[in-house]
Structures are given as C-alpha cells and as structure tokens.
C-alpha cells in the first residue's frame, strides 16, 4: 500500500507535470531544430514567436468569447489556434522577407543569423507586450480537470491525492498529434522530401527541381505552427507572461542539443529527458521518501534544487552534453 | 555546343585560369585532363556557374551562360556531377532520383493537403522514370537503399542517373573515377557512352585514369598552369611531347622518368611556359 502511495505521489507531482511540459518542450524544440537543419541557424527568437504566437491565439480566444463561442469542456483557445497559427504564419513570412532573406542572399555565416534571429528576438518580444502587456494572464477555460482530487479520492478511495488537469491531458494529445502530422509530412509528402533534401545537401537541392525559396517558406509555416502550438499548450497548462517565453528558450535549446540538434526525433527525446530532469530535481520527494522509508522522518524537504534553480538544470545539461557528446544522443549535424 | 572564350579566373593573386579557350561539340564526349592544379576543375567551376569568371565568355549554342548559378544552368540543361560525389543521404536511391525533375504540384502546402490525386499520379510517373533509371544503370536492387549508405562509385553512377530524370543537353562529369573499383568504372563508362549514343548527350569528363579517357573521350583537352595546353584525338594527345612533359610522364612513364620530368619542369619554372605552347601548336598539326 506504501508502495502504491509513493507511485501515486510520484505520478502527481512529477510524472503528469513533466510530461506535459517535455511535450511542450518537445514541440518547441521541434521549431528550433527544424530552422536549424534547413535554414542552418540557430533562431534565439523561437521563444518570442512563442510568445507571438500565444498572444494572438489569447486575442482570438476573448474575441470567440465575447461573441459567446466556446468549445465546451475543451478550452475556447483550441477553437482560436488554427487562427493563430495563420497569423503567426504570416508574421513569419514577413520577418524572412523583411529581415533573413537578405542575409541569405549575401549568403551570411551563420553566426550572423544568429545575432539577426537575437534582434528579431527583441523586436518579438517588444511587440508581443504592446499586443497583450506585460501582465500573468489565464486563459484556460473550460472544464478545469479531468480527474480532480476528490473524484480521485472516490474512484479508489485514496488518501494521497492525483489530479490530472484537461490542459495536462490536452497538452499530450495535441503534441502527439502534431509530432505525428509533422512526420508525416517530412516522410511521406514531396514537399516534406524537399525540405530533407535541402537539408540534406544544400548544393545538390539547387541543382534539382527544388525550389529553395519555397523550402524556405513551407519551413517558416511549419515553424510557426510549431510554436503557436506550443506556446499555447504550455500558456494553458501554466499562464500567459511574455517574459516567461523569453525564459523558455534556454530549456528548449538545452532540449534540441541534448538530442541532437537538426533531429527531429532528438528535439522529442531531448525535450522529455530536459523536463523530467528539471522536475525531478526541483521536487521535494519528502512524502514519496516518507512512504517507501517508514522509519525516516526526513528534516528536509528532500528537494535537491529550489524551484528558483530549475533553469540551472538546462544549463547543466546542456554544458554536459556540449562537452561529452557535442552532437547530442542522436547524432545531429553541428553546422 | 559550349563554347569557351579566353577565360580567365584568379583566386586574389593566383591566376587558376589563364585565358582559356576550348570547345565542347555537340555529341562529343570531351576530356579535360591535367595534372593536379591545372585549373581544370576550375574551368569547370566557372562554366558551372559556381564562381564568376574574372574575365572572358562562356556560350551556349551561342547564347551567353556567363555568370549564370547552376540553378539557372540547370533549367537549361548544363548539369554536372561532384568531385565527390553528392546525394540526399537520408533519402532512398529512388527518392534522390524522384527530387530532380522540376515544378513537380507536391512541391506547395496547399497542393499536399488538396491536390493529392494529381501528386499521385505524378509522383507514379517519376518513379516509373526513376525505376527506368536504375535499371539503365544496373542498380534496381538499391532503389529503396539510403543513399547514405551506397559505397562511393555507386553514388557516382546515382549522380550519372540524377542527369537522366530530366531532359540534359550537356552533363559535366568531374573526376567520376576517382576513389571508384575498375569494374564499377566500366558499367559507368558504358552507361556514359550509351547515354552519349543512344540519347544524344553531350559528356565533358575530368578524369586522371588515362585509359578511361582514352577509351571513352575524343577530343581530348590538355591543361596545365591555367592554360590549355594541347587538343585532339587520344592517341596523339599522349604522343604530344608538351603533354607527357607536364602530366603524362607522371603516370605513364616509369617512374624514373617521371622523376626526371619533374626535376626539369621545376628546373626550367615559368619561362618555359612559350615553348610548351609552341609544342602544344605542333602537337595539334600531327
């Protein structure tokens, strides 16, 4: 019965939050790695699109609630992200055509892109505070959990308590799908081909019938969905706050590295191992450790890390990996 | 025909190409041979489109190419292999073939998601072309192997077949025998003159292995110090003494000759430079 107490514990606070939020870093780490292997520079603004892309879908979603449209239990944001999604789309294509074209055509190193991409990073996040201030907005609506404390308490009739959030479980299944629309495409469909074509050897992609502008945009697109997705998902498991997405980067980047940047199956893996390592050395495990050490009455919380430490995870991880693996577990490409 | 006029290319001080003028005929296999540095594949780097010539004209068929990218060049129909050979390594040999051909309708979002019936039937020509292809080139049991993990002469024969998906007027082959086994040599000199006889390409190949150039290519242009040195038939192009001074004496000869070749050629440094030419002049008049 202890046992049992300290998986369910286990799973409430650790196991369900990281999942969620390694989805969410998956899906952003998805973004980073796909500018990375086709556009080959590493794009510091992906947390600000985030940010932009969050914000539209937030605007879109009081719009859908004020004209009284909501999608029942599910939150009314899901209703608004193919909207945002477009708009962040097009906002993408117009940062290339105004700002990384250029560079393209004068045929930048990459670092150079990378300082671009940190000023268009600032221009973003300057925008996505005049669009929706600077403020910690909720916008999840809805029915607020799917398995809730009490109802928990009276399915199995436990003491220890497991929640499972709508957001937490809408988190997973949006990814899961997206991750597996997203594979789809780069595998099966021609403009997915061209894409790893290009990718693949950028010389040989001009001297075949693909059109590397074309690339260029369908990779924006994609990049934009991928991050308003993301940014959504996690803006509806945590809160909305543009400085957090400004944050969000390092995880995100630590997430792609770690598994590889410029793969997109090491962004998936990447993005879990970063959140499960992150939570699991920020949470006090002193109730899970009362439960399976009867005899120990810990003084401590048994926390490993203060909360106010978890970026440091990434950073730790991420300054590892460089250092004994600097190609990440699935061997990405280092430009 | 391509036709090359008094071309020059330096890289900052060093004159790689040094007023070059050559010829590559319509329906001719061409070779362009030269020791290392000739500035042969710079020649073809600038015909390419990959750098600008610093002076002089490149023609084809009479209209300028001069300065155009190889995309342009191959919407035109000049294509060209690599020294090493390039492939989408993570993609299947036929797939690498199915990539060539232009304007295919999958190549846009809106035309996945609601044009599929069109792709498809598409996308079942090409690789009813590509599966050609392979055949062409004896490698159908490799259609669905990654490129990445074909072996080096393999991936030359891939390259000769990426020239076959579209309608190629004139494929610039460079150095296709370099790190690939005799007999995979072989299948790739016979697939280059079938392509040559029965569909008409027009082939200019850099080459070192002079018995590959001697049974495939007529002309043959020598290079050497950025400047063309002789032209003609195989045969008199290695009994041309200019020629055999400055790059055949290396490989042909045996190596005490070459030796001695060597020592003179450095000896007698750039002021023999006229008097190669000279030799280059009557070379061509045998």
Request: hydrophobic share 50%.
């Amino acid at each position: 019965m202890e046992v049992i107490n300290a998986l369910v514990a286990l799973t409430n606070y650790v196991i369900i939050p990281a999942t969620a939020y390694g989805a969410q870093l998956a899906l952003g780490a998805l973004g980073v790695t796909l500018i990375y292997s086709i556009l080959r520079f590493s794009n510091f603004a992906h947390g600000d699109t985030m940010a932009f892309g969050t914000a539209v879908v937030i605007l879109i979603t009081w719009g859908l609630q004020a004209m009284g449209i909501t999608f029942g239990p599910l939150p009314t944001a899901l209703i608004a992200l193919p909207f945002g999604i477009a708009v962040t789309a097009l906002m993408m294509l117009g940062t290339d055509r105004v700002v990384y074209r250029y560079y393209r055509r004068i045929r930048a190193q990459p670092v150079v892109l990378v300082m671009v991409s940190v000023g268009v990073m600032f221009v973003m996040n300057a925008l996505t505070r005049f669009l929706i201030g600077v403020d910690q907005i909720n916008f999840a609506d809805g029915e607020r959990f799917i398995i809730s404390a009490r109802t928990w308490n009276q399915m199995t009739g436990m003491r220890e308590p497991l929640t499972l959030r709508t957001t937490q479980a809408i988190t997973v299944v949006t990814a899961a799908i997206t991750v597996a629309a997203l594979f789809w495409f780069l595998g099966r469909t021609r403009t997915g081909k061209s894409m790893r074509a290009f990718s693949d050897n950028e010389d040989l992609a001009l001297l075949s019938g693909i059109d590397p502008d074309r690339v260029v945009k369908v990779t924006w697109v994609l990049t934009a969905a991928l991050a308003t997705i993301a940014g959504t998902l996690y803006g509806l498991d945590k809160s909305f706050k543009a400085f957090t997405y400004f944050q969000i980067v390092l995880p995100i980047f630590a997430s792609a590295i770690v598994g590889g940047i410029g793969n997109p199956v090491g962004a998936i893996v990447g993005g879990f191992i970063i959140s499960f390592s992150e939570v699991g050395l920020t949470y006090a495990w002193k109730k899970v450790a009362g439960y399976l050490v009867p005899a120990w009455e810990p003084d401590g919380l048994v926390q490993l890390l203060s909360t106010d430490y978890k970026f440091a995870v990434s950073f730790v991880i991420l300054i590892l990996v460089l250092i004994f693996r600097p190609t990440g577990i699935f061997r990405g490409k280092v430009v | 025909m391509i036709r090359v006029e008094n071309l020059v290319k330096s890289f900052g001080g060093f004159l790689a190409v040094d007023h070059a003028s050559i010829e590559i005929a319509t329906g001719s296999i061409t070779g362009l041979v030269g020791p290392n540095g000739a500035g042969k594949s710079t020649l073809f780097n600038v015909i390419a489109g990959v750098h600008a010539p610093t002076s002089g004209r490149v023609t084809m068929d009479g209209e300028d190419i001069t300065g155009l990218t190889p995309h342009q060049l191959f919407h035109k129909g000049l294509l060209r292999t690599f020294q090493i050979a390039h492939e989408f390594p993570t993609l299947s040999v036929r797939e690498n073939l199915m990539m060539v051909p232009e304007g295919q309708s999958g190549e846009t979002l809106w035309n996945t998601w609601f044009a599929r019936g069109r792709i498809r039937a598409e996308e079942a020509a090409l690789r009813a072309k590509a599966d050609d292809v392979l055949d062409f080139l004896t490698i159908s049991h490799l259609a669905e192997e990654k490129a990445g993990n074909l072996s080096g002469g393999q991936k030359k024969l891939l390259e000769l077949g990426r020239t076959m998906m579209v309608e190629a007027k004139i494929v610039f082959l460079d150095e296709v025998g370099a790190g690939v086994n005799r007999t995979l040599l072989n299948t790739i000199g016979d697939a280059i003159v079938r392509l040559n006889k029965e569909r008409g390409y027009t082939f200019c190949v850099i080459e070192h292995d002079m018995d590959f150039i001697a049974r495939l290519c007529d002309p043959v242009i020598v290079m050497a110090e950025g400047k063309v040195l002789a032209e003609g038939p195989a045969d008199h192009i290695m009994e041309n003494e200019a020629v055999i001074e400055a790059y055949l004496g290396t490989g042909l000869k045996n190596k005490v000759v070459a030796e001695d070749a060597a020592e003179a050629a450095a000896g007698e440094d750039l002021g023999a430079q006229p008097g190669l030419g000279d030799h280059a002049g009557k070379g061509d008049a045998t």
